[in-house]
């Protein structure tokens, strides 16, 4: 079992940054791949980003690439995600998330952050 908890949210202004942070206890961290996933009012969750074990290959929505970034210390048990240029629609319920496979079900998640970007 791998528990999972965010921090780092809060409320920002439209082209502030934020970052999410995610620590990671119990089992050992370093055999996950993680994600970070979101879901606005309203709406379905959504992939946001992710990042393989050895941290050496990351992906991205199309909607954050080029102003997110993912990144983990396995060492601290922790993974990341920059938040910067924010926009208004990415206002929502952050969380970060571990699977055992590539492509595979994210198994464990935490309890989520909320962000909100004002405009």
């Known amino acids: 079992q791998v528990q999972l908890l965010e921090s780092g949210g809060g409320l920002v202004q439209a082209g502030g940054s934020l970052t999410l942070s995610c620590a990671a206890s119990g089992r050992t961290f370093s055999p996950y791949h993680m994600g970070w996933f979101r879901q606005a009012p309203g709406k379905e969750r959504e992939f946001v980003a992710s990042?393989?074990?050895?941290?050496?290959?990351?992906n991205y929505a199309d909607s954050v690439k080029g102003r997110f970034t993912i990144s983990r210390d396995n060492a601290k048990n922790t993974v990341s995600l920059q938040m910067n240029t924010l926009k208004p629609e990415d206002t929502a319920v952050y969380y970060c998330a571990a699977t055992g496979t590539i492509g595979g079900p994210y198994i464990y998640w935490g309890q989520g952050t909320q962000v909100t970007v004002s405009s």
């Open positions: 990042i393989t074990r050895s941290a050496g290959s990351t």
